[in-house]
């Protein structure tokens, strides 16, 4: 039998494929009864993410992961920092959940503006 790959590792693929817009790639790594929270989207399945969520990666300057921590065997704590086209700055923290090699769910908590260093 295959061993799925770590959960950080599936986290930080999610968020290559979420920057390169590869949506075949993202597919691939979100479980089927996929949910996503965040203070504007409240338990959006899959489809909802998808559409709505993961096609914004054009309003990024960049974004670099500052933490991928393992929480325990399934969930990975993820803090990151990302500069917005209009030169703006924040950081966010996401608890993402891993089963099976495939991301289940993803909660983010926007943390705001980041001044400029």
């Not at 309003?59 to 325990?72: F, G, H, K, N, S």
Request: proline share 4%.
């Amino acid at each position: 039998m295959h061993d799925p790959a770590a959960p950080v590792d599936v986290v930080r693929a999610a968020f290559a494929a979420y920057l390169a817009q590869d949506r075949a790639a993202m597919e691939r790594l979100l479980a089927e009864d996929f949910v996503f929270t965040s203070p504007q989207d409240d338990h959006i399945d899959r489809a909802a993410f998808l559409a709505i969520c993961f096609p914004t990666a054009d309003r990024l300057r960049r974004q670099d992961i500052l933490d991928a921590v393992a929480i325990d065997g399934e969930q990975v704590f993820v803090r990151y920092e990302y500069e917005l086209t209009t030169g703006e700055r924040h950081r966010n923290v996401e608890v993402m959940t891993v089963r099976g090699g495939r991301v289940t769910e993803t909660q983010v908590y926007f943390g705001g503006r980041f001044p400029q260093g």
